[in-house]
């Protein structure tokens, strides 16, 4: 008989509106007034309407799901480096991204300005951001995440969805809290708690990292202990004293070709290729954020 499927969907429908009613008499009222009927009104047993009354109720969502990327950093409780970026800046992140929404300035010495592991200035559009998750998958310092904040809806395109490094930071905690069981695995993965760079130099120091396990996720790490001296020094090395030597004539060779000079002896090579005193970084341009955002918007505009 043609029309059962449309008549028991209709059935299904209707069984559904009289059991909400069902369910508002049994609750005497209180169904939608007392916060610990949530869970049950989103329980196995429940009936009827399954309404949740955004924004005063909120279904938690999954541990692995995504929407924005955040950067990680230290816990300002952290005693050696708090607050310090996981990020080195090596642009991994934003070579991936399949829509090209991050944009990273690496940061540099003031003194000698030679580039630091460490971003100056990191962007995300979030407009652009399709929240495919490459960005944390590929990063090999776990420095970048995804976020479970979806709630960033605002008036001002244009400034306010252009995410800068202040609003992006969040201690390691945060990503404890948010995502424990995969902060977990990261964890044991890389061989601690801390960041893979400073496991690694704890190992080549002869020190054992603390194995990660649920109990000690929120346990303040302790100090790590100082590395021994070196036994010996390169003057007492003597093959890499002269590794040493041959490097520093071929780079003051190098500068005396640079420089049209004819090449110099040995010995006044090893002299000439003396650390020179760092050159004045007066003349090098500062970072301007506020230009670095304009040009961003200007893009954003120009593609919209």
Same mark, same amino acid.
């Given at each position: 008989?043609?029309?059962?499927?449309?008549?028991?969907?209709?059935?299904?429908?209707?069984?559904?509106?009289?059991?909400?009613?069902?369910?508002?008499?049994?609750?005497?009222?209180?169904?939608?007034?007392?916060?610990?009927?949530?869970?049950?009104?989103?329980?196995?047993?429940?009936?009827?309407?399954?309404?949740?009354?955004?924004?005063?109720?909120?279904?938690?969502?999954?541990?692995?799901?995504?929407?924005?990327?955040?950067?990680?950093?230290?816990?300002?409780?952290?005693?050696?480096?708090?607050?310090?970026?996981?990020?080195?800046?090596?642009?991994?992140?934003?070579?991936?991204?399949?829509?090209?929404?991050?944009?990273?300035?690496?940061?540099?010495?003031?003194?000698?300005?030679?580039?630091?592991?460490?971003?100056?200035?990191?962007?995300?559009?979030?407009?652009?951001?399709?929240?495919?998750?490459?960005?944390?998958?590929?990063?090999?310092?776990?420095?970048?995440?995804?976020?479970?904040?979806?709630?960033?809806?605002?008036?001002?395109?244009?400034?306010?969805?252009?995410?800068?490094?202040?609003?992006?930071?969040?201690?390691?905690?945060?990503?404890?809290?948010?995502?424990?069981?995969?902060?977990?695995?990261?964890?044991?993965?890389?061989?601690?708690?801390?960041?893979?760079?400073?496991?690694?130099?704890?190992?080549?120091?002869?020190?054992?990292?603390?194995?990660?396990?649920?109990?000690?996720?929120?346990?303040?790490?302790?100090? $790590?202990?100082? &590395?021994?001296? %070196? /036994?010996?020094? =390169?003057? #007492?090395?003597? +093959?890499? *004293?002269?590794?040493?030597?041959?490097?520093?004539?071929?780079?003051?060779?190098?500068?005396?070709?640079? $420089?049209?000079? &004819?090449?110099? %002896? /040995?010995?006044? =090579?090893? #002299?000439?290729? +003396?650390? *020179?005193?760092?050159?004045?970084?007066?003349?090098?341009?500062?970072?301007?954020?506020?230009?670095?955002?304009?040009?961003?918007?200007?893009?954003? /505009?120009?593609?919209?």
């Amino acid at each position: 008989m043609y029309g059962q499927g449309i008549l028991k969907g209709l059935w299904v429908t209707f069984r559904h509106f009289v059991n909400t009613y069902v369910d508002d008499i049994r609750y005497a009222g209180r169904k939608y007034l007392r916060q610990e009927n949530f869970a049950i009104r989103q329980g196995l047993k429940a009936q009827g309407a399954f309404t949740v009354q955004y924004p005063d109720e909120k279904l938690a969502v999954p541990e692995r799901f995504r929407f924005t990327p955040f950067l990680v950093v230290n816990d300002p409780d952290h005693p050696e480096a708090p607050g310090d970026d996981w990020c080195t800046s090596c642009g991994i992140c934003a070579k991936v991204c399949p829509p090209q929404c991050i944009w990273i300035v690496r940061g540099s010495d003031p003194t000698t300005g030679r580039p630091v592991p460490q971003p100056e200035a990191f962007f995300i559009d979030i407009d652009i951001c399709m929240n495919c998750g490459f960005c944390a998958e590929f990063c090999p310092f776990d420095a970048i995440k995804m976020d479970h904040n979806y709630e960033l809806a605002s008036y001002d395109r244009t400034s306010h969805h252009i995410h800068d490094k202040q609003y992006l930071s969040r201690p390691l905690s945060y990503w404890k809290t948010i995502a424990p069981t995969t902060a977990l695995e990261e964890a044991v993965a890389r061989g601690g708690w801390e960041h893979p760079d400073v496991l690694k130099a704890m190992k080549k120091a002869g020190q054992t990292a603390v194995t990660p396990t649920w109990d000690n996720m929120f346990t303040k790490p302790e100090p $790590a202990a100082k &590395p021994l001296p %070196p /036994a010996e020094s =390169a003057d #007492e090395d003597p +093959a890499k *004293a002269e590794r040493l030597r041959k490097r520093e004539e071929a780079l003051a060779r190098k500068r005396a070709a640079e $420089a049209g000079e &004819p090449a110099q %002896p /040995a010995a006044a =090579a090893v #002299e000439a290729s +003396a650390p *020179a005193p760092a050159a004045p970084t007066a003349d090098k341009p500062k970072f301007d954020k506020q230009a670095m955002l304009e040009k961003i918007r200007q893009r954003k /505009a120009d593609k919209g």
